[in-house]
């Protein structure tokens, strides 16, 4: 019996910070079954939602621990905060080049001065803390005019601390989002200068940082004083917001903005409580965080009476436990506060769709309201049933819907492990009707991407039987005692002349069949090194895929394949490796349930569809095995037609 390639992935809730270290794990799979009874490994697809790996999860956990333990000292008074050292005065300067080879991270062109009547202005009106009277008017406090044509973002993080090394995690995440509306200028709080903030459309910092006690706040003074003085749009995420307050004065931070962070905190009642769901735009976003690592939503103290204006809450947490809600996000002035790093543990339903979207109000808030939707049919190679394949074509193509095709050139079984024992090695060339699908295909609205050049990794288990399909090819893994996977980081022989080499052994395959040389690329189980991304987006005009992003990208240093975060987008991206990134957001059908994880059905799939609707301009992206029957496929695309997507082909999704 023909083996059906790649039957199982990975669960697709993809919770970033759980990929944060090399040493993850991700839990393995049951096995469905075809009739021949075989067992077939876990087709990977993302990262797993709760597993974390020994100390790296400790670590964690630290931190959160530890930012509780500093703010507990804050409210009582007895956290001592040592401002950043005063810099030399300094005339204002431009943005600082970033390496070459990282083009999403780049000096910004100044962009044209604010209109006076812009809404980012300062008002005076009453104080009173107002939420939307429906969900659109969530965003109405935008920029009027629309975002230049240079839209430049200036991504701030902290490096400091034990740890300090989250942050550039954190910031890549926040720039390849920004990325999506122009250039983006990433670096350290501790490097900004006086006036930075009126060089770029926007300002994102990431508090990530809890300064006090023997860590001094490394926060200039200058960025303190510039991000009250200016008009332009500031978003503040997470920790140090009430040192800006006693940094320019409680009651001026009040006047300005209608609360004081000094008298806000995580813990309500001496607990963070559960928070396990955001509401914004009409959307419930879950927010699913392991007991012991939440350190919680910071609570805004709104400042009543006149004189200070309105804030206005933008997204609302709501406490599993007690039921009470608070805001998540809010917005007054030219400051936007979101009370969370919005890229810890996160799914295809999760808040940080909040942050994807708000993203707009500052860099471009003329945006119409649009929703797309994109399928992709994965795993096709050499060994695939053609007759499958042009069934699925056929009720694609009568539905109009157009859609990409994932092709691994080269199926190879080295070990034998589904033909006897005996080593198998096929290519497109030598499947004649293979290809001949792959073209009736092609004729009838399908797109060639490129999957890899053969899926799996020399004739080792990778983690599982070597098989095209089954393994990693660009990353290492194993199986563990509990039957987790676990990321082992780049392959022993990774560089640029290496992935290049498969690179070009693979579209030499496509040639040698007669088809033609794909211009997408996916990499096999979204894994790779920072190496390995640059040579695919010197082949492809794009990826589509989620991906890992590796510390010392942002600083230029040596990068650290241990440390890592994984990201998805709503939306194309230039990420921090200069590449265009097509989104893939809501995972894929899976209808067998395995290990602590349920089935992921066309309602599961239409249920993040939805959640992504909050994002005005966002993209629904799944793919399918060709092995499954079209009703779930059927299923799943009306479905999404029925919220009101488009589906569309993957050139459309960088428009």
Same mark, same amino acid.
């Given at each position: 019996?023909?083996?059906?390639?790649?039957?199982?992935?990975?669960?697709?809730?993809?919770?970033?910070?759980?990929?944060?270290?090399?040493?993850?794990?991700?839990?393995?799979?049951?096995?469905?079954?075809?009739?021949?009874?075989?067992?077939?490994?876990?087709?990977?697809?993302?990262?797993?939602?709760?597993?974390?790996?020994?100390?790296?999860?400790?670590?964690?956990?630290?931190?959160?621990?530890?930012?509780?333990?500093?703010?507990?000292?804050?409210?009582?008074?007895? +956290?001592?905060?040592? /401002?950043? #050292? @005063? $810099?030399?005065? &300094?005339?204002? %300067?431009?943005?600082? *080049? !970033? =390496?070459?080879?990282?083009?999403?991270?780049?000096?910004?062109?100044?962009?044209?001065?604010?209109?006076?009547?812009?809404?980012?202005?300062?008002?005076?009106?009453?104080? +009173?803390?107002?939420? /939307?009277? #429906? @969900? $659109?008017?969530? &965003?109405?406090? %935008?920029?009027?005019? *629309? !975002? =230049?044509?240079?839209?430049?973002?200036?991504?701030?993080?902290?490096?400091?601390?034990?740890?300090?090394?989250?942050?550039?995690?954190?910031?890549?995440?926040?720039?390849? +989002?920004?990325?999506?509306?122009?250039?983006?200028?990433?670096?350290?709080?501790? %490097?900004?200068?006086?006036?930075?903030?009126?060089?770029?459309?926007?300002?994102?910092?990431?508090?990530?940082?809890?300064?006090?006690?023997?860590?001094?706040?490394?926060?200039?003074?200058?960025?303190?004083?510039?991000?009250?003085?200016?008009?332009?749009?500031?978003?503040?995420?997470?920790?140090?917001?009430?040192?800006?307050?006693?940094?320019?004065?409680?009651?001026?931070?009040?006047?300005?903005?209608?609360?004081?962070?000094?008298?806000?905190?995580?813990?309500?009642?001496?607990?963070?409580?559960?928070?396990?769901?955001?509401?914004?735009?009409?959307?419930?976003?879950?927010?699913?965080?392991?007991?012991?690592?939440?350190s919680g939503v910071l609570h805004p103290a709104l400042s009543t009476g006149p004189g200070f204006p309105q804030v206005t809450e933008l997204a609302e947490a709501t406490d599993a436990n007690s039921g009470e809600t608070s805001p998540w996000a809010i917005r007054s002035r030219n400051l936007t506060y979101v009370g969370e790093i919005p890229f810890s543990y996160v799914s295809e339903t999760d808040r940080v769709i909040v942050f994807e979207d708000l993203l707009f109000d500052v860099l471009a808030p003329q945006t119409a309201e649009r929703h797309r939707a994109f399928v992709r049919l994965e795993d096709i190679s050499p060994e695939a049933d053609p007759a499958q394949l042009r069934t699925l074509a056929d009720y694609l193509h009568s539905a109009k819907v157009p859609y990409g095709i994932n092709v691994v050139p080269v199926y190879t079984d080295p070990k034998g492990a589904y033909n006897n024992g005996v080593p198998k090695t096929s290519t497109l060339a030598q499947r004649p009707q293979v290809v001949a699908a792959i073209k009736y295909m092609l004729e009838r609205g399908a797109v060639l991407m490129?999957?890899?050049?053969?899926?799996?990794?020399?004739?080792?288990?990778?983690?599982?039987?070597?098989?095209?399909?089954?393994?990693?090819?660009?990353?290492?893994?194993?199986?563990?005692?509990?039957?987790?996977?676990?990321?082992?980081?780049?392959?022993?022989?990774?560089?640029?002349?290496?992935?290049?080499?498969?690179?070009?052994?693979?579209?030499?395959?496509?040639?040698?069949?007669?088809?033609?040389?794909?211009?997408?690329?996916?990499?096999?189980?979204?894994?790779?090194?920072?190496?390995?991304?640059?040579?695919?987006?010197?082949?492809?005009?794009?990826?589509?895929?989620?991906?890992?992003?590796?510390?010392?990208?942002?600083?230029?240093?040596?990068?650290?394949?241990?440390?890592?975060?994984?990201?998805?987008?709503?939306?194309?991206?230039?990420?921090?490796?200069?590449?265009?990134?097509?989104?893939?957001?809501?995972?894929?059908?899976?209808?067998?349930?395995?290990?602590?994880?349920?089935?992921?059905?066309?309602?599961?799939?239409?249920?993040?569809?939805?959640?992504?609707?909050?994002?005005?301009?966002?993209?629904?992206?799944?793919?399918?095995?060709?092995?499954?029957?079209?009703?779930?496929?059927?299923?799943?695309?009306?479905?999404?037609?029925?919220?009101?997507?488009?589906?569309?082909?993957?050139?459309?999704?960088?428009?």
């Open positions: 019996m023909r083996r059906r390639s790649g039957i199982f992935r990975i669960s697709i809730v993809f919770m970033i910070v759980a990929a944060l270290w090399g040493g993850m794990a991700l839990s393995g799979a049951q096995a469905a079954k075809d009739p021949g009874d075989r067992r077939w490994p876990q087709h990977l697809k993302g990262i797993d939602p709760v597993s974390l790996s020994g100390p790296k999860a400790a670590e964690l956990k630290a931190w959160a621990k530890a930012r509780l333990a500093n703010d507990k000292k804050r409210r009582g008074g007895t +956290l001592a905060i040592r /401002p950043a #050292a @005063p $810099a030399a005065p &300094t005339a204002p %300067a431009k943005p600082a *080049a !970033a =390496p070459v080879d990282r083009p999403a991270v780049t000096p910004a062109v100044k962009p044209a001065a604010r209109p006076a009547s812009s809404s980012w202005a300062t008002t005076t009106r009453t104080a +009173l803390f107002t939420k /939307p009277a #429906a @969900p $659109a008017k969530a &965003t109405t406090r %935008a920029v009027q005019a *629309a !975002a =230049p044509a240079g839209t430049t973002a200036l991504v701030l993080y902290d490096t400091a601390g034990p740890y300090g090394h989250l942050g550039e995690l954190y910031a890549m995440a926040a720039a390849n +989002l920004a990325g999506h509306f122009g250039t983006v200028t990433a670096k350290p709080v501790s %490097a900004y200068t006086r006036g930075m903030v009126e060089q770029y459309t926007a300002t994102v910092y990431l508090g990530s940082t809890y300064y006090g006690g023997s860590l001094p706040d490394a926060i200039p003074a200058a960025f303190y004083q510039d991000a009250l003085a200016t008009n332009r749009p500031v978003t503040w995420i997470g920790d140090n917001i009430w040192g800006m307050a006693n940094a320019v004065g409680v009651s001026a931070f009040q006047q300005a903005y209608g609360w004081d962070p000094t008298n806000s905190y995580y813990e309500q009642g001496g607990t963070v409580g559960r928070i396990d769901r955001v509401d914004y735009k009409g959307q419930r976003l879950t927010r699913k965080i392991p007991t012991g690592f939440d490129n999957h890899g050049y053969t899926h799996q990794y020399r004739n080792v288990a990778n983690p599982y039987n070597g098989v095209t399909g089954d393994d990693f090819e660009f990353f290492r893994a194993h199986v563990d005692a509990g039957d987790n996977v676990v990321y082992d980081g780049p392959v022993p022989e990774d560089s640029t002349a290496w992935a290049q080499s498969r690179v070009t052994a693979g579209l030499a395959a496509f040639t040698a069949a007669g088809l033609p040389k794909p211009t997408l690329w996916t990499t096999p189980h979204y894994a790779a090194s920072a190496t390995d991304y640059r040579v695919f987006g010197k082949n492809f005009s794009a990826r589509l895929e989620r991906s890992l992003y590796f510390a010392g990208t942002l600083s230029g240093g040596t990068v650290n394949p241990s440390r890592y975060i994984g990201q998805f987008f709503p939306y194309a991206v230039k990420d921090v490796y200069g590449t265009t990134v097509l989104p893939e957001n809501l995972g894929n059908y899976e209808p067998e349930p395995y290990n602590n994880h349920p089935a992921r059905l066309p309602a599961d799939l239409i249920n993040s569809a939805k959640a992504n609707l909050a994002v005005r301009d966002g993209v629904a992206s799944f793919f399918y095995h060709p092995y499954f029957a079209v009703e779930p496929l059927k299923q799943t695309i009306e479905g999404i037609r029925a919220l009101g997507y488009t589906f569309v082909a993957p050139a459309d999704l960088s428009q």
